[in-house]
């Protein structure tokens, strides 16, 4: 397709130079715009929609570079359609603004989403176009575009602006974007299954995802199994013009496992332009804002509840207060990650996030992430920490190593720049809804059908974490949660009398992973058992994470009575027979 664009600009002999580093200046198909721009502006038009822009803003022609890389770690504007390769490297990090402009296709339209606004015949703009994940796109079907911007908070001015001044030219087309109902429907693409899933081999990530061409042929040539994908954060560099529902679901079908990254605010002590607070609280804010926008883009995606995202915090020279930042922010993150029923995951520097994440291990003024995937270039294909991390923490199979980073690696005709990485990694239990339900009763009474009050709300919480449907958590126990109870009771073996007694409580609280914990283990599978054996035992329990003198000898007193060996180790076998509701 002809690229048909114009560019003019008043802002001096900088500017040229910027432009004509890139070709851009001199591309087929420049020529004078009809009105001047205002100063220290410049002025492009492609197919008769035409805008200004900052006049240091880079004007890529992606017909005449078709393997120009989409990225916006400095301000530009790129028009045509995206090739289907690029020269992008491994790993950027870091928005500034940008704005992508090209045609109206099939391939376009499926990058559109319930946010993409349409402008109004014979307008080139939609003033009240909102900005979803810092990022505003619109279609002007006049001029047969589809416009897509991101910016950052600090340079949404700016972008929309430039939005703004937009105009139809003569040269301007009508190309209708497909409606919702004429497109595929997004909701039948899908993962196969939580990602990245159970998977032991290397993987690779990039900045951009490739085409579905070049996975084809990496699928077949290359040693890698496992991508990495950028599908969220404000702060990503490099625009997804590959990543829909439907190249998810391509890939997963045909073996891969991918790696949900999401890129957004860095650690309070870099000088990244966007940072989390130094204040805990507000960082926990921003952690759980984050994995709010995160859990929208994978559900957009198809990537199931289950799936693990990774927050991307780059390296950071560490001090106590940022320490503090960080492991707030990936509370929050955890947290509303476990309430959308996700894994949380962490990416960072061996040497600075990670170590820090692991210096807390056990701190449970923090929620704890569920895996862990870093960055230690010494290339090795392992998930060896080395000094950094201790081999007993995340140990279950939940760790990623990115052992070497920025390598040109080429199957099939398509070369790639990757960051290498080996996984190992288990699927793990799809972890509750019920962050922010209190589920610590001192003791769990029999509810049933008319019951109402917390231990009702907790029980249809448990429910649903567990898999069956209550209806809503709202205190009520309804014929929805008696049916609901009566399935889950029938797949532990109890009596399906959709009544919540003592067995049933136990099997519900102790839902979860089978994860082996004793006297001096603590965290989450802890405060479980400790819910658990209150039930189970009809005695309190207390539940502080800590398996400590009280919990060991509830352990022995649940174990010697139900015939196990006493011997305060809670184990697959212990955790069975609390399952099943022993």
């Known amino acids: 397709m002809s690229s048909r664009f114009t560019w003019s600009a008043r802002a001096g002999t900088a500017a040229l130079a910027v432009l004509a580093g890139i070709g851009a200046a001199t591309a087929p198909g420049f020529a004078a715009a009809g009105s001047p721009p205002a100063t220290g502006r410049q002025v492009v038009s492609y197919h008769g929609y035409r805008i200004e822009v900052p006049a240091d803003w880079r004007v890529v022609d992606l017909t005449a570079n078709p393997r120009a890389c989409l990225r916006f770690d400095s301000p530009a504007v790129f028009l045509g359609e995206p090739g289907e390769e690029n020269d992008c490297p491994a790993h950027v990090v870091g928005r500034t603004a940008g704005i992508?402009?090209?045609?109206?296709?099939a391939g376009s339209a499926a990058r559109t989403t319930a946010s993409t606004a349409r402008a109004l015949r014979g307008k080139a703009s939609a003033p009240t176009a909102k900005s979803s994940s810092d990022t505003i796109q619109v279609a002007v079907e006049d001029a047969g575009v589809l416009v897509t911007a991101v910016h950052t908070p600090e340079t949404e001015g700016v972008v929309r602006a430039s939005l703004g001044s937009a105009e139809l030219t003569a040269g301007a087309e009508r190309t209708e974007l497909p409606r919702l109902r004429q497109r595929p429907d997004a909701t039948r693409s899908a993962a196969s299954g939580p990602q990245p899933g159970s998977y032991l081999g290397k993987g690779f990530d990039t900045c951009t995802a490739p085409s579905q061409a070049a996975m084809d042929a990496w699928r077949t040539g290359s040693p890698y199994r496992a991508v990495g994908v950028y599908i969220s954060g404000s702060f990503r560099a490099c625009a997804q013009p590959n990543l829909t529902a439907s190249w998810?679901?391509?890939?997963?079908?045909?073996?891969?496992?991918?790696?949900?990254?999401?890129?957004?605010?860095?650690?309070?002590?870099?000088?990244?332009?966007?940072?989390?607070?130094?204040?805990?609280?507000?960082?926990?804010?921003?952690?759980?804002?984050?994995?709010?926008?995160?859990?929208?883009?994978?559900?957009?995606?198809?990537?199931?509840?289950?799936?693990?995202?990774?927050?991307?915090?780059?390296?950071?020279?560490?001090?106590?207060?940022?320490?503090?930042?960080?492991?707030?922010?990936?509370?929050?993150?955890?947290?509303?990650?476990?309430?959308?029923?996700?894994?949380?995951?962490?990416?960072?520097?061996?040497?600075?996030?990670?170590?820090?994440?692991?210096?807390?291990?056990?701190?449970?003024?923090?929620?704890?992430?569920?895996?862990?995937?870093?960055?230690?270039?010494?290339?090795?294909?392992?998930?060896?920490?080395?000094?950094?991390?201790?081999?007993?923490?995340?140990?279950?199979?939940?760790?990623?190593?990115?052992?070497?980073?920025?390598?040109?690696?080429?199957?099939?005709?398509?070369?790639?720049?990757?960051?290498?990485?080996?996984?190992?990694?288990?699927?793990?239990?799809?972890?509750?809804?019920?962050?922010?339900?209190?589920?610590?009763?001192?003791?769990?009474?029999t509810v049933q059908s008319g019951s109402t009050g917390e231990q009702v709300t907790a029980a249809q919480c448990l429910l649903t974490a567990a898999g069956y449907d209550p209806g809503a958590a709202d205190g009520a126990f309804g014929p929805s949660t008696t049916t609901a109870a009566g399935q889950f009771q029938s797949s532990r073996g109890l009596t399906a009398d959709g009544v919540i007694g003592p067995k049933t409580w136990t099997a519900l609280l102790s839902h979860g992973s089978n994860t082996t914990v004793q006297n001096g283990s603590t965290g989450e599978p802890v405060a479980r058992l400790q819910r658990a054996l209150t039930a189970a035992l009809g005695r309190t329990v207390s539940v502080d994470s800590v398996f400590g003198a009280g919990t060991d000898q509830a352990v022995r007193d649940y174990q010697s009575s139900r015939g196990l060996d006493a011997d305060g180790i809670v184990g697959s076998g212990t955790w069975g027979a609390l399952q099943s509701g022993k």
């Open 100 to 105: 992508v402009v090209e045609p109206i296709t």
């Open 248 to 445: 998810v679901t391509h890939q997963t079908g045909n073996g891969w496992r991918l790696i949900p990254l999401d890129v957004g605010r860095q650690a309070p002590c870099t000088t990244f332009s966007q940072r989390m607070s130094a204040d805990p609280a507000t960082a926990k804010s921003q952690g759980v804002s984050a994995a709010t926008a995160a859990i929208t883009a994978a559900t957009s995606l198809g990537i199931p509840a289950g799936s693990a995202i990774y927050s991307d915090i780059e390296s950071y020279t560490s001090t106590a207060s940022c320490k503090v930042a960080v492991l707030s922010y990936l509370s929050g993150w955890t947290e509303r990650l476990h309430s959308g029923s996700y894994l949380s995951g962490f990416y960072s520097s061996a040497s600075s996030g990670i170590k820090d994440a692991a210096g807390a291990y056990g701190n449970t003024a923090y929620t704890r992430v569920d895996h862990i995937f870093y960055g230690w270039w010494n290339g090795a294909a392992d998930v060896n920490t080395g000094s950094y991390v201790p081999s007993t923490s995340w140990a279950a199979h939940q760790r990623i190593h990115q052992y070497a980073g920025e390598v040109k690696e080429s199957y099939g005709g398509y070369s790639i720049t990757i960051d290498r990485d080996y996984l190992d990694v288990a699927a793990g239990t799809q972890p509750s809804s019920c962050s922010g339900t209190n589920l610590a009763f001192t003791a769990y009474p």
